[in-house]
């Protein structure tokens, strides 16, 4: 189990409103107690629907806000080079007075990659241009000019500016299989636990990656990459999910319901009241359940779309900071 962390809640942005909208959106997530505003990285309008492109959008998020961090969840890899993305990242986190948090993954969603023209490689491949691509966006924060060749990136010399108001900007790293997680327990300041598969190129919703069991492995493969560091690094990791609330004063019939939905035969009701991603039942039953799988499995940081922001805000008043 890692150190507690304090809790914090995050709001996924799913709803590209109409400008005016979508501005009393942003400062009604920054009312209701959130700590983040996020943003997806996707340009076809494929599984999320229509999306507004992350780093625009932010910038105005945090510009129009005073304590809201913003961030994305997640960047493919693939879509920038490393300096560019590390080059926008410290530009944002520089001029929204440190607010920024840089979510990065592999990517993942095959029709966007094939709808855009872009190679859709091997996981394997596009994994491995993600672990090239961490050092040289920390590189570019850094003070020292930027030096690396290798089969995915070459860069010669290059100083990095903008510099990160705390050195650097916080990453979050979303994984769910074993090799990504391990390369978040060695790279990331957060890791965004994956309770679904993506290795197809779909996203796929299957009761056996939200298990309880499965989720406390892919916590061991967090810790097992973050202790090749060292024996310390672990603890300072901040686990994050994207759950899903269900309120309800009758926990039974919603579980039930919750199964046939996702028609998840051979899973029982209590598997279900048991995953770190599912929480069933009154606000004060949810509260109770997020702090004994805190206990047990160590996520703090919990992500919700912009449509049940409102519906969990009680929530949110009375865990964050605790």
């Known amino acids: 189990m890692s150190q507690q962390h304090h809790f914090r809640f995050g709001v996924i942005n799913e709803q590209p409103l109409p400008r005016d909208a979508w501005l009393v959106q942003v400062r009604r997530v920054e009312a209701l107690g959130f700590s983040t505003f996020l943003l997806r990285d996707h340009f076809a309008d494929d599984f999320f629907g229509a999306q507004y492109a992350p780093f625009s959008a932010l910038a105005t998020a945090a510009a129009i806000t005073t304590r809201l961090h913003v961030g994305t969840m997640v960047i493919s890899n693939d879509f920038r080079h490393p300096i560019i993305l590390a080059n926008e990242a410290a530009t944002l986190d520089v001029l929204s007075g ?9 990517g993942w969603l095959r029709a966007e990659f094939e709808a855009a023209g872009l190679t859709y490689d091997p996981n394997g491949v596009r994994v491995d241009r993600l672990e090239a691509a961490l050092p040289i966006i920390k590189g570019f924060w850094s003070d020292q000019a930027v030096t690396y060749s290798g089969k995915h990136y070459h860069i010669s010399n290059l100083t990095g500016f903008p510099k990160p108001n705390a050195k650097r900007v916080p990453i979050l790293i979303g994984a769910g299989h074993k090799r990504m997680l391990s390369i978040a327990g060695r790279e990331a300041d957060i890791v965004g636990v994956l309770t679904s598969s993506v290795a197809s190129g779909e996203i796929k919703s299957v009761s056996a990656e939200r298990l309880a069991e499965s989720v406390a492995q892919k916590v061991q493969w967090i810790r097992e990459g973050a202790q090749q560091v060292s024996a310390q690094r672990f603890e300072q990791i901040e686990l994050s999910l994207i759950p899903d609330f269900i309120l309800s004063d009758q926990r039974e019939a919603a579980a039930q319901a919750y199964l046939q939905q996702r028609g998840w035969q051979g899973t029982t009701p209590q598997q279900v009241f048991d995953m770190p991603s ?23 940081y919990m992500v919700v779309p912009d449509s049940q922001m409102e519906s969990i805000a009680p929530i949110v008043a009375r865990l964050t900071g605790c």
């Open 278 to 300: 599912v929480f069933i039942g009154t606000v004060d039953e949810i509260i109770a359940d997020l702090v004994a799988k805190r206990q047990h499995f160590g996520f703090s």
């Open 98 to 106: 440190g607010r920024f948090e840089l979510g990065i993954g592999a």
